[in-house]
């Protein structure tokens, strides 16, 4: 019998959005020039690699995604602002597409399944260039109408969003660029009663997948097994045939390494694991990491370190709630980092004076966490007219600045880091050099270091813990000799007004 487990996203989903996009947006649109204003947002397109015409797995843009659900490539969508009725245009696929492809979906299934009040085609596919269609019916439909479309700038990547195009978009009597992009974004970071629903089911994939790496992994095997493990398992119990993000398999000194990518290192007895994988499910995303060692025990230098990071993180959990600074938690975590590190004797001097030198930035030198959702590194973490980034060592790489509030979905993720790179830098500060304890510190210097990240939902008295993954060294152990542990040693829910 398979052990698959589908999860039934419902299409209600996309209709919240909508409706909480409308409610932000009207206000910004006069009475009267409603009926004639429409979103319209382009969905991704299909890619090749490179030159060739191996084609890239389909995956939806996410603004398209988080509005509209469908997964088709290459459509348009359009959403009116006075009725909220939908409207999408898809390509006409010419009769030799089934054969490679299978049956073409009628613009009729649009309408009955997704709620599109009409779905029309927007031209006929060039059966020689598969990407280049003929769109004067699309010109015709915009004729007139007033169009607002996304452009902005992430603030992860740096990178622009893709405005729609499509030939004679200047038939439109006007092209909004100004205010969708704020709106919509802003209305990505508060998320629906249905889409937490689905991100704790991506974390319960996620988290057994997790478990079940731990349980399996033995000195001698490869990075790359785990990661297939990781894959295999998140596909094969929850459907996920996307993860988030690239895995990150690190053992030993790479687990210094922040985005680590390579994952074929064999796995050696004594070293420290850290395994960052997330399973993504219908374009959500989960985040989890988890640190430790190879051969299912820790030493006392692995326990000293990795509780030090996990004391950071429950102090975390434990000041966390709507109306607090996500700079502030950054701070604290910082600050447990650092007095862990002074209290085992490798750091030495007074904690309130490292601060004033950012010394912990040199253990942890990315920020604490950030937005999750239909993206990994969700946006809204640089509203235009909020809270801006704070140009100081370690505080400088957080994702978001913004002041916690109910419905967010943040990871966090403090981390303990021994890199080389970093430490020499220390060492040849005049300045700094005298809060390290170095030849401690030289006993550490192949150790890499430890993160541990769980994904949390603010709610309205605290936080609820999506991430149901062993945390306590204890855990780790049992879990690694393969015993099963019926409830974790700290809540889901953490209550803190």
Same mark, same amino acid.
């Given at each position: 019998?398979?052990?698959? /487990?589908?999860?039934?996203?419902?299409?209600?989903?996309?209709?919240?959005?909508?409706?909480?996009?409308?409610?932000?947006?009207?206000? +910004?649109?006069?009475?009267?020039?409603? %009926?004639?204003?429409?979103?319209?947002?382009?969905? =991704?397109?299909?890619?090749?690699?490179?030159?060739?015409?191996?084609?890239?797995?389909?995956?939806?843009?996410?603004?398209?995604?988080?509005?509209?659900?469908?997964?088709?490539? %290459?459509?348009?969508?359009?959403?009116? !602002?006075?009725?909220?009725?939908?409207?999408?245009?898809?390509?006409?696929?010419?009769?030799?597409?089934?054969?490679?492809?299978?049956?073409?979906?009628?613009?009729?299934?649009?309408?009955?399944?997704?709620?599109?009040?009409?779905?029309?085609?927007?031209?006929?596919?060039?059966?020689?260039?598969?990407?280049?269609?003929? *769109?004067?019916? #699309?010109?015709?439909? $915009?004729?007139?109408?007033?169009?607002?479309?996304?452009? &902005? @700038?992430?603030? %992860?990547?740096?990178?622009?969003?893709?405005?729609?195009?499509?030939? &004679?978009?200047?038939?439109?009597?006007?092209?909004?660029?100004?205010? #969708?992009?704020?709106?919509?974004?802003?209305?990505?970071?508060?998320?629906?009663?249905?889409?937490?629903?689905?991100?704790?089911?991506?974390? +319960?994939?996620?988290?057994?997948?997790?478990?079940? /790496?731990?349980?399996?992994?033995?000195?001698?095997?490869?990075?790359?097994?785990?990661?297939? #493990?990781?894959?295999?398992?998140?596909?094969?119990?929850?459907?996920?045939?996307?993860?988030?993000?690239?895995?990150?398999?690190?053992?030993?000194?790479?687990?210094?390494?922040?985005?680590?990518?390579?994952?074929?290192?064999?796995?050696?007895?004594?070293?420290?694991?850290?395994?960052?994988?997330?399973?993504?499910?219908?374009?959500?995303?989960?985040?989890?990491?988890?640190?430790?060692?190879?051969?299912?025990?820790? @030493?006392?230098?692995?326990?000293?370190?990795?509780?030090?990071?996990?004391?950071?993180?429950?102090? /975390?959990?434990?000041?966390?709630?709507? =109306?607090?600074?996500?700079?502030?938690?950054?701070?604290?975590?910082?600050?447990?980092?650092?007095?862990?590190?002074?209290?085992?004797?490798?750091?030495?001097?007074?904690?309130?004076?490292?601060?004033?030198?950012?010394?912990?930035?040199?253990?942890?030198?990315?920020? #604490?966490?950030?937005?999750?959702?239909?993206?990994?590194?969700?946006?809204?973490?640089?509203?235009?007219? =909020?809270?801006?980034?704070? *140009?100081?060592?370690? !505080?400088?790489?957080?994702?978001?600045?913004?002041?916690?509030?109910?419905?967010?979905?943040?990871?966090?993720?403090?981390?303990?880091?021994?890199?080389?790179?970093?430490?020499? *830098?220390?060492?040849?500060?005049?300045?700094?050099?005298?809060?390290?304890?170095?030849?401690?510190?030289?006993?550490?210097?192949?150790?890499?270091?430890?993160?541990?990240?769980?994904?949390?939902?603010?709610?309205?008295?605290?936080?609820?813990?999506?991430?149901?993954?062993?945390?306590?060294?204890?855990?780790?152990?049992? @879990? $690694?000799?393969?015993?099963?542990?019926?409830?974790?040693?700290?809540?889901?829910?953490?209550?803190?007004?």
């Amino acid at each position: 019998m398979s052990k698959l /487990v589908i999860y039934d996203v419902p299409k209600t989903l996309y209709k919240t959005n909508q409706q909480s996009l409308l409610k932000a947006l009207r206000p +910004k649109i006069a009475n009267d020039k409603q %009926d004639n204003a429409y979103v319209f947002l382009q969905s =991704g397109i299909h890619h090749f690699r490179h030159s060739t015409d191996h084609e890239h797995l389909f995956r939806q843009e996410s603004y398209f995604k988080y509005l509209f659900g469908v997964d088709t490539n %290459d459509c348009y969508a359009a959403m009116n !602002v006075a009725s909220g009725k939908t409207y999408l245009f898809v390509a006409k696929d010419p009769e030799a597409f089934a054969i490679w492809k299978g049956k073409i979906t009628p613009p009729e299934h649009y309408e009955k399944e997704w709620g599109f009040e009409k779905c029309s085609y927007h031209g006929e596919y060039n059966p020689c260039i598969w990407n280049e269609t003929d *769109q004067n019916d #699309l010109a015709e439909w $915009a004729k007139g109408k007033d169009l607002y479309v996304l452009r &902005g @700038t992430n603030s %992860d990547s740096n990178l622009k969003i893709k405005e729609p195009e499509f030939q &004679g978009i200047d038939k439109a009597k006007s092209v909004n660029r100004d205010i #969708l992009f704020e709106i919509l974004s802003e209305c990505r970071v508060f998320k629906s009663d249905e889409e937490l629903d689905l991100m704790r089911h991506i974390n +319960k994939v996620s988290s057994d997948a997790h478990i079940a /790496v731990i349980k399996k992994i033995q000195p001698g095997m490869y990075e790359s097994e785990m990661e297939s #493990l990781f894959l295999h398992r998140v596909y094969s119990r929850g459907g996920c045939r996307f993860v988030s993000y690239n895995c990150i398999c690190a053992t030993g000194e790479n687990n210094a390494v922040l985005h680590y990518p390579y994952n074929d290192k064999e796995m050696k007895d004594g070293a420290m694991c850290l395994y960052d994988m997330g399973g993504e499910y219908n374009c959500y995303a989960s985040d989890i990491t988890c640190s430790f060692p190879v051969n299912g025990k820790f @030493t006392s230098d692995q326990a000293m370190i990795y509780n030090i990071v996990l004391d950071s993180q429950l102090a /975390v959990f434990k000041a966390m709630k709507p =109306g607090v600074s996500f700079v502030d938690m950054h701070r604290l975590s910082e600050r447990v980092i650092v007095t862990g590190l002074r209290d085992n004797g490798i750091l030495k001097g007074d904690v309130d004076e490292m601060k004033k030198h950012f010394i912990g930035s040199y253990f942890m030198c990315h920020g #604490l966490g950030h937005f999750l959702g239909i993206d990994t590194h969700d946006v809204g973490g640089y509203p235009e007219n =909020g809270p801006k980034r704070i *140009q100081e060592p370690g !505080v400088k790489n957080l994702r978001t600045s913004r002041i916690l509030q109910p419905r967010m979905v943040i990871t966090v993720e403090p981390g303990l880091y021994f890199n080389r790179i970093l430490l020499k *830098q220390a060492k040849n500060n005049d300045k700094i050099s005298h809060f390290f304890n170095w030849d401690v510190i030289e006993r550490f210097m192949d150790f890499g270091g430890v993160r541990i990240e769980d994904n949390v939902i603010i709610t309205e008295d605290g936080i609820e813990n999506m991430t149901m993954c062993p945390r306590t060294v204890e855990e780790l152990e049992k @879990t $690694a000799r393969g015993e099963e542990i019926k409830e974790f040693v700290h809540p889901k829910i953490w209550k803190n007004v």
